[in-house]
C-alpha cells in the first residue's frame, strides 16, 4: 500500500465531509490521538483502519487503497430534486445567475447582491449554492433553465471521474463529466449529448470546479 496517498486521501474526505479530525475519528470508531499518528505518518495505515473507514464512512476501499474509482458509491447521475423557491432566511441560496454563461469570477458569481431566494429541501445542504445552467450539452439529465446545487472542490488533485462538475476556466465556465486522461496531467470533459465532441484540457487550466450534488427544477413563482 502506498501510505502517503492513502493519507492524502483520507485527508481529502476530512475535509469534503467537512468533518474537524477529532469529529472524523469519532465517526470512524477509533482514538482521535491514534488517527492523527495514522495521518502523521508515526503510525503506518492498518487494514483496520481502512476498513473502519470504509464501514463507517461509506467509502468504496478500492478508492481508498488504490486511488481508483469514486471514493462514494454514487448513482449515475446526481439526485433530482423539484422544489419552491422561498424568501426566507433559511436554506441554500439561489443565485440570479447562469454558471455557464460569461466570464464572471468565483466571488462575483456567489455575492449577496446576486441571491434571488433560498430553498430548503432534505438532502441539500445549505453549504451548497444553487445557480441555473443554460444550453443543451447535457441534455436529457440536466436541461437548459434547470438549477444545479453545488458545493466547491477544495482539493483540485483529487477528482471523482465520471461525476458532473461546473469547470472554471480563465475566460469560461462550463458543466461537464470529468473523464480520466491517459495522460495525468490532462482531463476529459464529456457532454451528456452526443452531439458534443469530448474537450481535452491541461489540469492547469483548470481555475475552480464545483461537484454538482444535486438537479434541482425550481417553481420561481414567489
Do not use: C
Amino acid at each position: 500500500m502506498d501510505n502517503q496517498a492513502i493519507i492524502q486521501r483520507i485527508k481529502y474526505l476530512i475535509s469534503e465531509m467537512r468533518l474537524r479530525q477529532n469529529s472524523f475519528a469519532h465517526r470512524i470508531g477509533t482514538d482521535v490521538s491514534n488517527l492523527s499518528k495514522h495521518l502523521n505518518g508515526k503510525l503506518p495505515i492498518s487494514e483496520a483502519l481502512i476498513n473502519k473507514i470504509v464501514v463507517n464512512a461509506g467509502v468504496s476501499k478500492k478508492w481508498l487503497v488504490d486511488g481508483a474509482g469514486v471514493p462514494f458509491a454514487k448513482s449515475d447521475y446526481p439526485e433530482q430534486v423539484v422544489a419552491d423557491m422561498t424568501d426566507s432566511d433559511s436554506g441554500t441560496p439561489v443565485y440570479d445567475i447562469d454558471v455557464t454563461a460569461g466570464a464572471m469570477s468565483r466571488e462575483m458569481i456567489f455575492a449577496d447582491d446576486r441571491i434571488i431566494g433560498r430553498i430548503n429541501v432534505p438532502g441539500i445542504s445549505p453549504e451548497s449554492r444553487i445557480v441555473k445552467v443554460s444550453g443543451d450539452s447535457m441534455r436529457p439529465v440536466i436541461n437548459s433553465g434547470d438549477y444545479i446545487a453545488v458545493h466547491e472542490i477544495r482539493d483540485m488533485s483529487v477528482i471523482y471521474w465520471g461525476q458532473i462538475y461546473v469547470v472554471v476556466l480563465d475566460d469560461y465556465r462550463m458543466v461537464k463529466y470529468l473523464r480520466r486522461h491517459a495522460d495525468d496531467d490532462k482531463v476529459i470533459l464529456r457532454s451528456e449529448n452526443s452531439m458534443y465532441d469530448d474537450m481535452v484540457l491541461p489540469r492547469s487550466a483548470i481555475v475552480k470546479l464545483f461537484f454538482v450534488d444535486n438537479i434541482i427544477h425550481i417553481d420561481t413563482r414567489m
